[in-house]
């Protein structure tokens, strides 16, 4: 497809990454109004649980979805993914969203055909590259294929109207999505650091360690695994602060300090910072129950998902559309503000209990500036012919 009229569905990024941006500033608005109203969108259970639902399977889910449809096609050498599938794929996400919108008006076997299209639709579309190049990536449609059993299982309790099995879900959920952000930042963190060191004349060995390597996955994929069985049990902290320590020793052998020049680069490194931190925070409160560790959820959410999609939307943007890879003043201000909301989300609380609704209103007002500013600045990129003239 060709020409202005198609750009938006040129490539996988552009809708999705433009859909996350949107839907990151309309859902904490929704969320907003929830909690002022005390209006739920499903009665059969509690709001938050709506809340925590959109963010992962709406929010995270399109950011996942434009990278994977993105780097597909770099890692098998295939056509990017544009025109009529990506225009269902989108359609499919947005019929999800619309559904758990109205859940209080819908039955129940309309809301989850709505809401269960989207990631086999995503699977198929990757699936058949991967596949077909059997390429080293393919454990992607195992990731893909997680959430979807997870998104289920969210729907099976929202059936039973059992908030207990809804949080399970969720938590499992946020597991799955650390742990590609595990793999993932494990090799852009690294590549892209070393990348812009070489070009600043900088000679910084990365370390990266088989044993850290293998101790971090695996940590992380046994996390998954005891959060779906025994969520908030001692044992989820004693993995956690495993997981937490050698998330540690990992991002030690960065070189986090010498990035601090360029916002694309250290943004990154911020991010995956957070990952030890929100494991020790979860270590400390499971295993404690020390109350200034509550909020380590948010930690992990926030900090870790929230700032690196930020981090890689606004960086992959600028490269497939043909742009420097220097991001704007107003990005490495947003890139602060959401550093701030996730701090402010985590920490607040304790330092401020007295203030506790005040601390949730700062950490939602900093997310929405940071998530207003992306998409000010990148609907235009998203939306528009790249700037060397080339498709896609």
């Known amino acids: 497809m060709s020409g202005t009229r198609y750009v938006p569905f040129a490539y996988g990024f552009r809708p999705f990454f433009l859909a996350a941006g949107l839907f990151a500033v309309l859902a904490m608005v929704a969320w907003a109004w929830i909690i002022i109203t005390g209006r739920a969108p499903f009665g059969a259970l509690p709001a938050h649980l709506w809340h925590g639902h959109e963010m992962l399977f709406g929010f995270i889910g399109a950011a996942i979805a434009g990278f994977l449809l993105t780097a597909v096609p770099s890692w098998t050498g295939s056509r990017g993914f544009a025109g009529a599938p990506l225009v269902v794929l989108t359609v499919a996400w947005l019929t999800g969203r619309i559904a758990f919108a109205a859940a209080g008006l819908l039955p129940w076997p309309v809301i989850a055909a709505a809401e269960l299209c989207f990631l086999p639709l995503l699977a198929f579309l990757i699936g058949r590259a991967l596949l077909r190049e059997r390429n080293r990536n393919f454990p992607m449609l195992v990731i893909v294929a997680l959430l979807w059993g997870i998104d289920a299982w969210f729907m099976e309790a929202l059936r039973r109207g059992d908030p207990a099995l809804a949080s399970r879900a969720l938590a499992a959920g946020i597991g799955v999505v650390l742990l590609l952000v595990t793999i993932i930042g494990g090799r852009i963190v690294p590549s892209f650091t070393a990348n812009a060191l070489r070009q600043r004349g900088i000679t910084a060995e990365i ?118 890879l220097v991001v704007a003043r107003a990005i490495a201000a947003a890139y602060a503000l959401l550093l701030g909301a996730a701090l402010v989300r985590v920490f607040g609380p304790a330092l401020a209990p007295a203030s506790y609704p005040v601390t949730i209103e700062v950490a939602a007002l900093l997310w929405l500036a940071a998530w207003a500013i992306y998409v000010v600045v990148y609907a235009p990129i998203l939306t528009r012919v790249r700037a060397d003239g080339k498709p896609g």
Do not use: N
């Open 207 to 324: 370390r990266s360690r088989v044993p850290v390597e293998t101790a971090v996955i695996g940590a992380m994929a046994l996390a998954v695994l005891v959060d779906a069985l025994f969520p908030r049990h001692w044992v989820a902290g004693l993995v956690a602060a495993i997981a937490a320590a050698a998330q540690a020793v990992r991002l030690a052998g960065w070189r986090s300090l010498r990035t601090l020049d360029e916002p694309i680069v250290w943004v990154l490194h911020a991010a995956y910072a957070w990952l030890p931190i929100g494991l020790a925070l979860k270590a400390v409160h499971l295993l404690s129950g020390a109350g200034g560790a509550t909020h380590w959820q948010h930690a992990l959410a926030i900090g870790v998902a929230a700032t690196m999609i930020l981090a890689v939307m606004t960086r992959a943007a600028l490269g497939h559309t043909g742009r420097p």
